[in-house]
């Protein structure tokens, strides 16, 4: 089983959309996959997909519940949401850091369990930035997909993001290009950053219309889907 966390520097990147459309991707491609919502800051998942939940990631990392109780089917694909309402996320901003080692614990867990079960990919929606809680997604996982907006990219934080986490966690990581308009940038960011940039998904005002649907799905011909598409035979292939 591989397990991908979606992350990146700052919001707004689309980081969220590829996760859900990467999740589709995979299954369409015969992998048994999972989408765990582990943005804790700002869960939008049972917005953006229109689904409901009895149990949340945060019953499963916080209170020790069984990853099963926590997903929910959706074309083909499971996925466990995020609690959206203002208690939980105050109440995951309050924990003690000496409890994020607990956290982690109940996530490698909960991967096992998964991995137990048959399912080939596990794809983390992380909050952006560098919580703590950003960090245990990142060090539960095999591989980062790094998103970034190639009409809005901080070099100088994102590489400072790169040393303090990826690095020193010893990670795998591939940038993907969001939102782009225009080619020439790629050789660039790979030199600064010295990450490979593993895909270019073109910028497309359609893209925001879609919530409530899976974009890929629904728009299977369209330039992005064909991207996302791309990506995910990329990731299969690199085993």
């Given at each position: 089983?591989?397990?991908?966390?979606?992350?990146?520097?700052?919001?707004?990147?689309?980081?969220?959309?590829?996760?859900?459309?990467?999740?589709?991707?995979?299954?369409?491609?015969?992998?048994?996959?999972?989408?765990?919502?582990?943005?804790?800051?700002?869960?939008?998942?049972?917005?953006?997909?229109?689904?409901?939940?009895?149990?949340?990631?945060?019953?499963?990392?916080?209170?020790?519940?069984?990853?099963?109780?926590?997903?929910?089917?959706?074309?083909?694909?499971?996925?466990?949401?995020?609690?959206?309402?203002?208690?939980?996320i105050n109440k995951v901003a309050s924990l003690r850091k000496t409890e994020y080692m607990r956290v982690l614990g109940r996530l490698l867990r909960a991967l096992k369990k998964?991995?137990?079960?048959?399912?080939?990919?596990?794809?983390?929606?992380?909050?952006?930035?560098?919580?703590?809680?950003?960090?245990?997604?990142?060090?539960?996982?095999?591989?980062?997909?790094?998103?970034?907006?190639?009409?809005?990219?901080?070099?100088?934080?994102?590489?400072?993001?790169?040393?303090?986490?990826?690095?020193?966690?010893?990670?795998?990581v591939y940038i993907v290009l969001n939102r782009v308009l225009r080619k020439e940038n790629k050789e660039k960011i790979e030199r600064e950053l010295n990450i490979e940039v593993?895909?270019?998904?073109?910028?497309?005002?359609?893209?925001?219309?879609?919530?409530?649907?899976?974009?890929?799905?629904?728009?299977?011909?369209?330039?992005?889907?064909?991207?996302?598409?791309?990506?995910?035979?990329?990731?299969?292939?690199?085993?």
């Amino acid at each position: 089983m591989k397990t991908l966390a979606i992350h990146s520097y700052k919001g707004g990147t689309g980081k969220t959309f590829l996760a859900i459309n990467l999740a589709a991707q995979l299954v369409e491609l015969g992998k048994e996959t999972v989408l765990l919502e582990l943005d804790f800051d700002a869960p939008s998942l049972k917005t953006t997909l229109g689904i409901e939940a009895e149990k949340w990631t945060n019953d499963v990392l916080i209170r020790g519940v069984n990853i099963e109780e926590a997903l929910v089917s959706i074309n083909n694909f499971k996925v466990a949401l995020s609690n959206p309402s203002i208690e939980e996320i105050n109440k995951v901003a309050s924990l003690r850091k000496t409890e994020y080692m607990r956290v982690l614990g109940r996530l490698l867990r909960a991967l096992k369990k998964l991995e137990r079960e048959g399912i080939d990919y596990v794809i983390i929606d992380t909050s952006p930035g560098v919580s703590l809680m950003t960090i245990n997604s990142i060090a539960a996982s095999d591989v980062v997909l790094l998103v970034m907006r190639e009409d809005d990219i901080d070099i100088s934080g994102t590489k400072n993001m790169i040393e303090g986490i990826y690095d020193v966690l010893g990670k795998e990581v591939y940038i993907v290009l969001n939102r782009v308009l225009r080619k020439e940038n790629k050789e660039k960011i790979e030199r600064e950053l010295n990450i490979e940039v593993i895909s270019e998904i073109r910028c497309s005002c359609d893209v925001p219309l879609w919530k409530g649907k899976i974009f890929s799905i629904e728009n299977r011909d369209h330039p992005v889907s064909v991207g996302i598409r791309e990506l995910s035979e990329k990731l299969i292939s690199l085993g």
